[in-house]
């Protein structure tokens, strides 16, 4: 597949692989972040830490949006859904999330909630266009780079008067949840989890650039490099920032120059800005309330916010005790550090948000990897011939 | 009964009329459809004695039977439809046992209101493919539903074939050090489905893989002389899932070679785009074949030199393995599990 095999090639991945080993001084660790679950995914995926040397190591970040979203704000979800005149229109990823008291969107769908799975925004928006008796509300999750698309789908409502579909906004915002987990006691004080330097987003990056990222670079003195999702961008971004480390640097370098520009992505971030403010505050799960780590839709586009059209009180929901979901998006704990994992929570039966997405720590290192552990994963396997 | 008015009757108007309630009822519109359409389409020696059960003499060796529903959406595909899809899924899971199959029944669960000129076309097509695989529809039946408790058409089909004394092809009987093939590219089958969903619609020139294997199988039987420990075709859940099934079936574990793998170009691109994993990609015309790692070669020249073997491939070997892990070997030289599916395979939103 032209453009994808390049950055799958075995010879070059090789060449990549024995240049890092190269690089990294056997007498001291690099412990990477590599904060999308687009990466996570793509390390497990490639098999990427059977390349690079032991003391090279991946802590895997928070950046799975199904993963940060507290239970409270799927249960706002899960609210919604159950109101007979509402279409709930959300990405299939959510479906299996499990909320308050072991229910889920799909749970709710199978005893007749309206739950549509959707690609796109546009999908949503079709939705409400062919159903208009009905409330159709988009739930929208996701970091920079799925909220310009939500944008557009609120601007293309209000110009075609739909007025039948809203939006229950969840969107994030990365650079804050870098600094708010640089700034955490783990990080700073206990010394209790190691991030020497980040592997920084792809496609977050190409909405937001380069800029944002130099703040906590300088700040928290730790190398950042920005990389594609493809196992030669994250090989690449590797030894770019074990390179950093070894010669005491702490800046933001872009790998993923094909796609990301210093300033981003203009006329997104303008359309974000029409459509979208600052939240003062926003409940991640794991990390927390985070200043400023999340948006909301202006009062100039109320009408199309869900939040204010169905009355939603904002709720706190503990997570199930024992998931350790919080301290893995945090970096603070490994997947295989929970009593939980392969025993009772697994992809098929999750007890956690970081089982169900194949972006989650949990799940990408249950589906691709627990061989390397297979005493926790002695879970029997079911299945049945078709 | 409005069919009684019409001022012909005795006919079916295939071109404008829908099912309704009477073709289920057992009376005359019923037996209409049976003869119009069904038998028109299947006619045989069998099914023209007009009895509710097909009497036949099974030649010697052990008896084979199996069953298969199909729902499938949409009903017409690049490649096929659910008639053709129907004749060939259950021939294959009579074929996997290294069986000959002789015949098959047909069980048709109508929605009220399903053009009639639909069924027509997919009858037509189940006897096509019928006839060409040589394995006739000897018994059936019709019920219809009320519109709104059917997706339009399911089809049921059992077949029963006979397996030759002497061969036993089973799951449990993969071994460590055994050779894994494959008779050609896989994903084909699902991609060209999904390409037709109505949510998502994407343009491609790829066509189902939906064929009946077991002439293949034949051939390959009969090249290795028997020499076969497991044939299963990797149809819902794709390649992973079957490979999976069989290691817990055999208690054993497999590798795979990723660069091994024959998957075409348009089912790579479609996976990346929709964040699929052809591995877990649905196949209509595929089956993995586990043999004696000295009879890999043997095997794959049987199964290239067959025009439903052409991009055959030795892709991985069964391995011992406590915990009957299937690996892989990635590209890149690392290595991963190829895992049972969990829930339905999603799109990634990021």
């Known amino acids: ?386 | 009964m409005n069919m009684m008015n019409r001022r012909h009757p005795g006919r079916l108007n295939l071109k404008n009329d829908a099912v309704d309630m009477s073709h289920g009822s057992g009376g005359r519109a019923m037996a209409r459809l049976i003869e119009e359409l069904f038998l028109r389409h299947f006619d045989n020696e069998i099914l023209r004695q007009g009895n509710d059960q097909a009497a036949f003499d099974p030649p010697p060796g052990r008896l084979v039977m199996s069953t298969d529903g199909h729902v499938i959406s949409p009903l017409f595909f690049p490649g096929g439809d659910i008639g053709s899809l129907s004749v060939h899924g259950t021939i294959n899971d009579v074929a996997m046992a290294g069986a000959k199959p002789l015949y098959l029944s047909a069980g048709f669960i109508l929605e009220e209101g399903f053009p009639l000129a639909d069924l027509d076309r997919i009858v037509a097509s189940m006897a096509a493919a019928a006839k060409a695989a040589g394995v006739p529809i000897v018994t059936g039946d019709t019920k219809v539903v009320e519109r709104g408790k059917g997706d339009g058409v399911f089809i049921t089909t059992t077949g029963v074939g006979v397996v030759p004394p002497g061969l036993e092809i089973s799951g449990d009987r993969a071994r460590p050090g055994d050779a894994i093939l494959i008779n050609g590219s896989i994903g084909d089958h699902g991609v060209a489905v999904l390409s037709k969903r109505e949510n998502l619609d994407f343009e491609t020139e790829l066509l189902s893989d939906s064929a009946a294997l077991h002439d293949l199988v034949g051939h390959l039987v009969s090249a290795v002389d028997g020499n076969i420990h497991c044939l299963r075709d990797p149809t819902r859940g794709g390649l992973a899932t079957t490979l999976n099934e069989i290691a817990g079936q055999a208690g054993v574990g497999m590798v795979l070679k990723e660069q091994a793998l024959p998957i075409k170009q348009e089912v790579l691109g479609a996976c990346e785009l929709l964040g699929l994993d052809p591995l877990y990609v649905a196949n209509e015309g595929k089956m993995v074949v586990i043999c004696p790692a000295e009879q890999a070669e043997t095997a794959l020249k049987a199964l290239r030199a067959h025009p439903l073997g052409r991009d055959g491939a030795i892709i991985g070997q069964v391995r011992e393995d406590a915990h009957g892990f299937v690996r892989m070997q990635t590209r890149l030289g690392g290595e991963r599990i190829v895992d049972w599916l969990a829930g339905e395979q999603l799109p990634r939103i990021c």
């Open chain 1, 1 to 386: 597949m032209k453009y994808v095999d390049e950055f799958r090639d075995q010879e070059l991945a090789q060449s990549l692989a024995q240049a890092i080993a190269r690089e990294a001084r056997p007498e001291r660790r690099y412990n990477i972040m590599e904060f999308c679950g687009g990466h996570t995914h793509a390390i497990f995926r490639y098999g990427v830490q059977d390349l690079v040397p032991k003391n090279v190591r991946f802590v895997h970040g928070p950046g799975c949006p199904v993963c940060v979203l507290p239970v409270g704000r799927l249960d706002g979800a899960m609210e919604l859904a159950e109101k007979n005149s509402v279409i709930l229109a959300t990405y299939g990823d959510m479906m299996r999330v499990p909320a308050r008291k072991r229910r889920s969107l799909i749970k709710a769908k199978a005893e007749g909630a309206d739950i549509r799975m959707v690609y796109s925004t546009q999908d949503a928006l079709k939705i409400a266009r062919d159903n208009p008796d009905r409330e159709v509300v988009f739930f929208a999750i996701g970091f920079e780079t799925t909220t310009p698309p939500t944008a557009v789908a609120i601007q293309q409502a209000q110009r075609e008067g739909l007025k039948n579909f809203s939006v229950y906004c969840n969107h994030v915002l990365t650079p804050s949840a870098i600094q708010h987990i640089l700034e955490s006691p783990e990080v700073r004080e206990m010394g209790t989890v190691a991030i020497d330097g980040f592997l920084g987003p792809s496609h977050v990056s190409s909405i937001i650039g380069t800029l944002p990222y130099h703040f906590f670079a300088e700040e928290f003195q730790r190398p950042v490099v920005i990389t594609g999702f493809e196992p030669l961008d994250v090989l690449q971004a590797t030894l770019m920032v074990t390179r950093q480390l070894n010669e005491g640097r702490h800046e933001v370098e872009n790998q993923y120059s094909r796609v990301v520009t210093t300033g981003g992505n203009a006329k997104a971030q303008r359309l974000v800005a029409e459509v979208f403010e600052l939240r003062r505050v926003f409940e991640w799960r794991g990390l927390g309330q985070v200043p400023y780590s999340a948006l909301k839709i202006k009062e100039a586009y109320g009408t199309f916010d869900a939040e204010r059209r169905f009355g939603l009180q904002p709720r706190q929901i503990a997570d199930v005790k024992s998931c350790e979901c919080p301290s893995i998006i945090r970096g603070v704990k490994k997947p295989t550090d929970c009593k939980l994992f392969g025993k009772v929570c697994t992809p098929d039966n999750p007890m956690g948000s970081c089982m169900v997405s194949s972006e989650g720590a949990c799940a990408a290192y249950w589906t691709y990897r627990r061989f390397a552990a297979p005493e926790a994963a002695t879970v029997k396997q079911g299945g049945m011939a078709a």
